[in-house]
């Protein structure tokens, strides 16, 4: 591989990335249009993580926890200090914008907060998750001011209607977490019920307050349109309702950006989204460009969490037996548990 590696994206999976090329005597740079952890900043405050904090860890360095599981505050906390005394070289705030490879190199464009560079490199990793591109509903109002595609901390609902539309562990968070503050919660979902991968211990939480009525519920629903001070939904069985709304959350999921890969020559398959790569390196078909993480798997971002996808630098960067080591480490936590 050429010496000049850089890594998009400086999540957990990135700094997993980048340790693996590290510890082979290489000196990536991460960049990451956002902070260190970025997705992970996204969680809503004081989330407790589904799976048990050795999952959780990068590069040996364990993950302690007050509880039987990290919080989002204590995972924040861990990255940052795992990339801190990894001495890994990062750039928050600057996000990849797009590259064009020649002669075995990529020239790449970057966007800051001081405008545009060029970076050259001749290792191209691509770890950047799927937070930054929501799936959109397609309905009028969905780009008012007190719409959002991301939870935020409840203290600023106290005392507002405020409208979730999701049906998962994102959604669900943030109608307890609403409600608690003092908010007049109504979830919306389009299922027939919550997802049955719902956390547990929200699960008897959620449907206790919904059957005390103190969190409306509304099923089958679809949003209509969505209003200044009201969201209006479709439920087939009664027909259109509006709903007061001071704040809406469209928590709908997220997905990775197709329209960046395609402009790299990365081939996609039509239905799945998936990009073509190389099993064994997470290689696509542009030679030096490789892929980690959740967009390994295209639109079925839930395959990939964590705790398999910090394997995916050894892949890259390591010799065949560390990749051997990785794929039975896939085999046997890959789809066990996650977010």
């Known amino acids: 591989m050429n010496e000049a590696i850089l890594i998009v994206g400086a999540g957990p999976i990135g700094l997993a990335c980048a340790i693996s090329a590290k510890r082979r005597g290489k000196d990536p740079l991460l960049i990451d249009a956002g902070a260190i952890a970025e997705s992970i900043v996204r969680y809503p405050v004081g989330m407790v993580f589904f799976t048990t904090p050795e ?51 990529f020239d790449c464009r970057l966007t800051t907060r ?34 959002s595609h991301y939870g935020s901390e409840p203290h600023l609902t106290s005392g507002l209607s405020t409208v979730i539309v999701g049906g998962k562990n994102s959604a669900v968070e943030q109608a307890l977490g609403s409600y608690r503050a003092g908010a007049r919660v109504t979830l919306a979902y389009r299922g027939p019920a919550l997802k049955p991968s719902v956390k547990y211990w929200l699960r008897p939480d959620i449907e206790n307050r919904i059957k005390a009525g103190d969190i409306a519920a509304r099923y089958n629903a679809t949003v209509v349109r969505i209003e200044p001070d009201a969201v209006t939904i479709r439920v087939p069985e009664t027909g259109e309702e509006r709903l007061a709304a001071d704040r809406v959350y469209l928590l709908t999921g997220y ?85």
Not at 81 to 99: D, N, Q, S
């Open 55 to 105: 999952r959780l860890e990068i590069g040996g360095h364990p993950l302690v926890s007050a509880g039987a599981k990290a919080t989002r505050e204590e995972a924040l906390k861990y990255y940052r200090g795992v990339a801190r005394a990894e001495g890994l070289r990062i750039r928050t705030y600057t996000r990849f914008t797009g590259a064009v490879g020649k002669d075995g190199r």
């Open 255 to 339: 997905r990775p950006d197709f329209e960046l890969f395609r402009s790299l020559g990365i081939e996609l398959d039509g239905d799945t989204g998936r990009p073509a790569l190389n099993p064994d390196t997470l290689e696509t078909n542009v030679p030096g460009l490789h892929l980690a993480g959740s967009v390994t798997a295209g639109r079925m971002i839930s395959e990939i969490f964590i705790e398999n996808g910090r394997y995916d630098g050894e892949k890259i960067f390591g010799d065949p037996v560390a990749r051997a080591n990785a794929e039975k480490a896939y085999d046997r936590e890959g789809r066990e548990i996650g977010e």
């Open 114 to 147: 001081l405008g545009e560079e060029r970076l050259s490199a001749g290792t191209l990793v691509l770890a950047t998750g799927y937070f930054d591109h929501p799936n959109l509903l397609g309905v009028p109002g969905e780009d008012l001011p007190h719409v």
